[in-house]
């Protein structure tokens, strides 16, 4: 196996607090790295690298491990201009615009949506994200959501199942009647083929009652829970993500006192999706609540056509900065190394011996300038299990 030895980098986020300056960033200045095929071999000091079979000048730029996006819904088909359009001219986003998209992906061929996927990954992974998760949920048949997962697998490790999205069109009259297809004969053809289960806790969606359920049933069959939680509303997702050891509680906007205490508390990630509020033009997430209460926060881009079209993980720092009381520093670990948790994952989110090869190298000297320089294109070049990407 070929060795590379990255060096000449001027500043470098581990996310090791072990390695270099102490803090959770684990910053190390003058760095090196070496990889050795899909893993890091060596970390440190860049006048103390060994050897490698290759080698690669950051010449003076930073380094990051690459961002861990943990919460995405890629399989679609359609966009939602009109929708978004008219939110812009003061509309309410609600959870009903989810209908036309599914529309639309029922209609879509396995090529187009697979075409889809790949678009959007490639814009992600341009943008420094080496690892994502991501769901099904436009489809709400057996079939369609199946056909959804299978896609999704030929992408990443990280895939949910969502046919709890919202109560399918063809179950308006009865929606009792939809959770019980979700929990029995959609769950037995979908379990195969992801690794989480979701539910989407809302009004208009699913309530606690049906979200336990669902989760529940679930878990039998294998998976681990995530929810969508406390979005548009207060409500019983997030309590019941604790309740469950749910691996992450996502949205995480309208919190009281006890969610915020459950999250502090619990196994469960808080994971805001800044993307979301931005174009909903929604009240931002707590994150400095989160934070000082003791909650491990994960920030990730949410992309779908209808909240959160973006697939740039630096666009959501630099909003969790300006608007949710983030520092650089912390939202900067919550891209990395909380997506990670969010997907209890300790392979990535960290530049560590044995960690997965997957980094990111800035036109910039610091990582800081992610937030400091919004709407840059600062991802210079991007290694993903060892390979550079560009
Ligand atoms: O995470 N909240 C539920 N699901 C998505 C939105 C889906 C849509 O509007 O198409 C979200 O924001
Ligand atoms: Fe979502």
Not at 117 to 129: D, I, K, M, N, P
Not at 191 to 210: L, N, T
Not at 369 to 383: F, N, Q, S, T
């Amino acid at each position: 196996m070929t060795t590379t030895l990255i060096t000449n980098i001027a500043s470098l986020v581990t996310n090791d607090p072990a390695q270099g300056d102490g803090t959770p960033l684990g910053l190390l200045t003058d760095a090196a790295v070496v990889l050795d095929g899909e893993n890091i071999a060596w970390v440190g000091p860049a006048d103390k690298a060994p050897a490698a079979d290759e080698t690669y000048d950051a010449e003076g730029r930073a380094a990051i491990p690459g961002f861990v996006d943990s919460h995405s819904h890629l399989v679609f088909a359609g966009d939602r201009t009109q929708e978004f359009n008219a939110r812009m001219s003061g509309r309410a986003y609600s959870a009903g615009g989810i209908r036309t998209t599914v529309a639309a992906t029922r209609a879509a061929t396995d090529e187009e949506l697979e075409a889809n996927v790949t678009r959007y990954l490639a814009e992600a992974l341009r943008q420094g994200t080496t690892t994502f998760e991501t769901k099904s949920g436009y489809g709400l048949t057996t079939h369609d959501e199946a056909r959804a997962l299978r896609i999704a697998a030929r992408h990443t490790d990280e895939v949910t199942f969502l046919g709890a999205h919202i109560v399918s069109p063809d179950y308006a009259e009865d929606p009792a009647a939809y959770v019980e297809l979700v929990t029995g004969e959609m769950l037995d053809a979908c379990a195969p083929h992801a690794r989480w289960i979701d539910v989407f806790c809302e009004k208009g969606a699913f309530d606690g009652d049906q979200a336990r359920a669902i989760l529940t049933a679930g878990k039998a069959k294998g998976l681990h829970p995530r929810i969508h939680a406390n979005q548009l509303s207060y409500g019983p997702g997030v309590q019941l993500a604790v309740e469950l050891d749910a691996a992450s509680a996502d949205h995480c906007t309208h919190l009281t006192d006890a969610d915020v205490d459950a999250l502090a508390q619990g196994n469960t990630v808080a994971t805001l999706l800044p993307g979301a509020e931005f174009s909903t033009r929604a009240e931002w997430p707590d994150a400095r609540r989160l934070l000082d209460a003791g909650a491990t926060v994960a920030l990730s881009t949410d992309c779908n056509p209808g909240s959160s079209f973006t697939s740039s993980v630096p666009f959501c720092i630099a909003l969790a900065v300006r608007d949710m009381g983030m520092t650089p520093d912390e939202a900067i670990w919550s891209a990395t190394a909380g997506g990670a948790k969010a997907l209890r994952r300790t392979d990535v989110g960290v530049i560590r011996e044995g960690a997965r090869a997957d980094l990111a190298l800035l036109d910039a000297p610091s990582h800081v300038h992610l937030a400091y320089r919004p709407g840059v294109p600062l991802v210079a070049e991007v290694w993903q299990r060892g390979t550079r990407t560009s």
